[in-house]
């Protein structure tokens, strides 16, 4: 391990996992590149590198781009990337009352503590909680988008009813185009484009962008508020100071981001979600949450962070990537010559822990990195004048939209979805409801077809559905969630009205 | 929009858009349809229950007003949408202009100098090519 570490802090490690995590930020920062497209984009510079170099450069992306998502959720309210959108719900309220400083500080200090925990889960505990990924099968993915969904009486924000109908409306947008199993063509109205169902990115970037933008036109006042004694500095003490004030909600929302990145295909966009029901449930000021609560971006930030170290447990020990970007990198790993599997810690060891330790290098990096871009980042987005930044955000959402499939139809849909979001919002039906639905509508409905199949092919569906110990105890956690939300309403209703 | 008004109008999106993705799911198969069956039917009762409690609760008070510019509006989504759909004919870089220099004088509130204006243009211009250059030579991503 020694050796694994010197070599993870040569001079050339150490150079190459800086501009890492400097070009996953900015990729990140920017919506619609996405994490994948991050680390799709610079894999082939890594093929003539060392393999422990070139998985070293990978994971400093991947962190860099999962973290650079908070820049614009927070300043903007778009999330950069999926796993930021849990971010945006606080960090964009803290932003808009003058702290968008403090907001990026935290998500920064939140992504070096969740990065960190996910990737001593990595150096320490990885072939024991690869074990959890084989346990998931088609029922318990069912039961865990099930509990996602569960989320929305708590993003809902004491509207549980209008949040009911627009995960509902997302669960529906999910159901577009070829079914995930069985291939029904569903609500396509004949259009070809639309066989491939609603691309989630252009849909996130319309439903969160779009509204930003009409609202930044029609409103006469400054994007975000401008507090010049406040400009100078990062903000670091104060944003320490919370974050040890926070320190349960941290390492509850990495532990969280940990586990769920292990879950293959759960990635950060649930890690996140998660996590943020938590600290609000847990929370002594849960009322805060939305308005620019401090441990909703921390909860956020530290679980998505997280999932990087956790997605690669699986992607190494058992050959399953947990997220996209995981599986780019396991080819990267294939076409070194590197075969994954419980073997690769011992055979191969000496690039699996100089990769570990350069994924820890480069989350330590992060740090200092994110907190000069973030700083700056804000202060080019304060300062700019909405006839340059109204444009100038329009002209991102659309490349990020179409960049992904070289597609005009997705930016089409993005537009039109934005366009109905914000119609949608001035009526009560907010973002994040139909997004979770958008997002989970798939995951619950192939695990639920498969189980459902499965459950039939055994003779015992109601065993397959409520007979297994994760699917248990996931149901159980979900009825926890639903109930104790409802027992906190009811307690705090009283003293409000007294 | 008076504080009924608003849950009212949310109630009726959710039932139109259950009774729509109800009116669908005929010619799905048996399992091709649980879902979205399922997701209608929760719109509808969510519409419904959401109407219900609106009328039979005490009306809330007032809302604050929020800000509205309709002209303002129409213009930048007919900016967005005509974006949208002009990148095939106009291409990337003709409509990313054009629409750039719209949505700019739509976000314009007061009179600007021939020099704001120029710096405009220019950052404009650039943002636009640099992102030309970097997704067509670096990204590989062909652009309309």
Redesign the interface.
């Known amino acids: 391990m020694l050796e694994a570490l010197l070599n993870a802090l040569s001079p050339g490690n150490l150079v190459l996992a800086l501009l890492g995590v400097i070009a996953g930020t900015m990729i990140g920062a920017l919506p619609g590149l996405s994490a994948t497209m991050a680390v799709a984009v610079l894999v082939p510079f890594t093929f003539t590198m060392e393999p422990s170099s070139g998985l070293i450069v990978l994971g400093a992306i991947y962190t860099g781009a999962i973290y650079g998502g908070a820049y614009s959720a927070i300043l903007v309210n778009t999330p950069g990337t999926p796993a930021a959108i849990a971010t945006a719900m606080d960090g964009f309220p803290m932003a808009k009352r003058g702290d968008g400083d403090l907001a990026v500080t935290l998500s920064c200090l939140g992504s070096v503590a969740g990065g960190l925990v996910g990737a001593l889960a990595l150096l320490f505990l990885a072939p024991p909680l690869s074990k959890i990924a084989l346990a998931f099968g088609p029922v318990e993915y069912f039961w865990l988008a099930i509990f996602g969904l569960s989320l929305i009486a708590t993003l809902s924000r004491g509207a549980t009813l209008l949040g009911l109908i627009g995960g509902a409306i997302g669960l529906i947008l999910s159901c577009v185009g070829s079914a995930v199993v069985g291939g029904d063509v569903r609500y396509t109205f004949g259009q070809t484009a639309l066989l491939g169902g609603i691309p989630v990115i252009p849909a996130l970037i319309g439903l969160y962008c779009v509204p930003v933008l009409i609202d930044m036109v029609i409103r006469p006042e400054a994007h975000l508020e401008q507090r010049a004694e406040r400009m100078a500095g990062f903000r670091l003490i104060e944003a320490l100071g919370l974050m040890w004030r926070s320190k349960f909600n941290v390492v509850r929302s990495a532990l969280i981001g940990t586990g769920v990145g292990i879950i293959p295909a759960a990635g950060g966009s649930v890690a996140g979600l998660v996590a943020y029901s938590e600290a609000r449930r847990s929370s002594r000021n849960s009322d805060d949450f939305g308005k620019g609560a401090h441990d909703g971006i921390i909860a956020s930030e530290a679980s998505n962070s997280a999932t990087v170290g956790g997605g690669f447990i699986p992607t190494l020990v058992l050959g399953i990537p947990g997220t996209p970007p995981d599986a780019i990198i396991l080819g990267a790993l294939l076409v070194q010559g590197i075969r994954t599997g419980p073997q690769l810690f011992t055979q191969q060891s000496d690039i699996v822990f100089t990769f570990t330790f350069g994924l820890i290098i480069a989350t330590l990096l992060m740090l200092p990195t994110g907190l000069v871009i973030g700083r700056y980042a804000y202060k080019l987005i304060v300062s700019i004048p909405k006839t340059a930044l109204v444009p100038a955000i329009a002209f991102l959402t659309f490349v990020g939209a179409y960049a992904i499939e070289a597609n005009t139809v997705h930016v089409l849909i993005m537009v039109v979805l934005g366009i109905l979001g914000w119609l949608a919002a001035r009526v009560g039906l907010e973002a994040s409801p139909i997004v979770l639905g958008l997002i989970l509508g798939p995951i619950a409905e192939a695990g639920f077809v498969q189980g459902w199949l499965i459950g039939g092919a055994q003779g015992d569906r109601l065993g397959m559905f409520f007979g297994r110990p994760i699917s248990l105890a996931i149901i159980a956690l979900t009825i926890l969630t639903l109930v104790s939300s409802g027992i906190f309403k009811r307690a705090k209703q009283p003293k409000e009205v007294a | 929009m008076g504080p009924r008004v608003?849950?009212i109008?949310?109630?009726v999106?959710?039932v139109a858009?259950?009774i729509f993705?109800l009116s669908?799911t005929a010619p799905?198969?048996e399992?091709?349809?649980?879902?979205?069956t399922?997701?209608?039917i929760?719109?509808i009762v969510?519409?419904v229950?959401?109407a219900a409690?609106t009328v039979l609760r005490p009306v809330p008070a007032a809302s604050l007003s929020?800000?509205?510019?309709v002209p303002?509006?129409i213009a930048?989504?007919a900016v967005?949408?005509g974006?949208?759909?002009l990148?095939?004919p106009l291409g990337?870089i003709a409509s990313?202009g054009l629409?750039?220099?719209a949505?700019?004088l739509?976000?314009?509130?007061e009179p600007?100098g021939l020099k704001s204006i120029a710096i405009?243009l220019a950052?404009?211009a650039g943002?636009?090519l640099l992102?030309a250059f970097l997704?067509s030579q670096?990204?590989n991503?062909?652009?309309?």
């Open positions: 608003k849950p109008i949310a109630s999106i959710g858009v259950g993705a669908q799905m198969s399992l091709g349809r649980v879902f979205p399922t997701a209608g929760i719109a969510g519409g229950a959401l409690l929020e800000p509205s510019d303002r509006v930048t989504c967005l949408l974006w949208a759909l990148l095939d990337f990313s629409s750039i220099v949505l700019a739509i976000a314009r509130r600007m405009h950052v404009g943002l636009v992102f997704l670096v990204l991503v062909s652009l309309p």
